[in-house]
């Protein structure tokens, strides 16, 4: 069975700072990764996926991602974060078997407090 | 395009009875995921379908826990008797082709 894990719980910025959020995986076969967001009292919405193809993976709002098959990481970007970027995140995977994907197993979340 | 819709959105209950949370896929998804959060175990999946069909349960913590999908349309996860570790926010999550995920607004369950 796969599993993802997230290095950091907690993280704050000042805002325009760089964020670099960390996430590994551990699967031997086929993956696709993904990372959400989830804003305080919100559901997950999706930050950003990769598939196959360019390992560079720009999403919304600015943020991308980098796949590095070598070190089965997935590590979250963003240049220069704002305060409305205050949320829980997420990395997700799920295995590609012969049978189609299965579900989503998800890192425990980081959660990212940016201070004005 | 409504999104996944899922209903209660808030339940309290009192330990013991029944709760039945629903869920209504994107129209057209084949795959639906029920999710649970809590924040000592955060995201778990509980069970998925392709195709109506029970695929993987092997989440659901016990008996008390069952989940159906009598159509491609709707899906509810049911919890009999309820206890008060069951608190959590469960997630319904709907995809095309098991690859992309749309989640719903969560069911906040309270048990009492």
């Known amino acids: 069975a796969q599993s993802v894990s997230q290095h950091n719980h907690h993280v704050i910025l000042s805002e325009a700072a760089s964020l670099e959020l960390g996430c590994n995986y551990s699967?031997?076969?086929?993956?696709?990764l993904f990372w959400y967001v989830q804003y305080p009292g919100q559901h997950l919405q999706l930050l950003l996926k990769y598939f196959s193809g360019d390992p560079l993976v720009k999403g919304i709002k600015g943020f991308e991602a980098e796949f590095i098959k070598s070190k089965f990481s997935f590590n979250l970007r963003k240049p220069s974060v704002q305060w409305s970027d205050t949320a829980e995140y997420f990395c997700a995977v799920n295995a590609i078997s012969g049978g189609g994907a299965d579900g989503l197993t998800f890192g425990k979340g980081t959660h990212l407090i940016i201070q004005p | 395009d409504a999104g996944v819709i899922q209903s209660p959105r808030h339940e309290v209950t009192e330990m013991g009875q029944e709760v039945t949370l629903r869920c209504k896929p994107i129209?057209?998804?084949?795959?639906l995921f029920w999710y649970r959060q809590t924040m000592m175990r955060g995201l778990e999946l509980l069970i998925y379908f392709n195709n109506n069909v029970p695929i993987d349960d092997s989440g659901m913590p016990e008996d008390r826990f069952s989940a159906k999908m009598p159509n491609a349309s709707f899906s509810t996860l049911k919890i009999q008797p309820s206890e008060p570790r069951d608190s959590a926010v469960y997630f319904c999550?709907?995809?095309?082709?098991?690859?992309?995920?749309?989640f719903g607004s969560g069911t906040r369950l309270t048990v009492v």
């Open positions: 129209s057209g998804h084949d795959y």
């Open positions: 999550a709907s995809s095309g082709r098991g690859y992309g995920y749309t």
């Open positions: 699967y031997g076969g086929t993956v696709n």
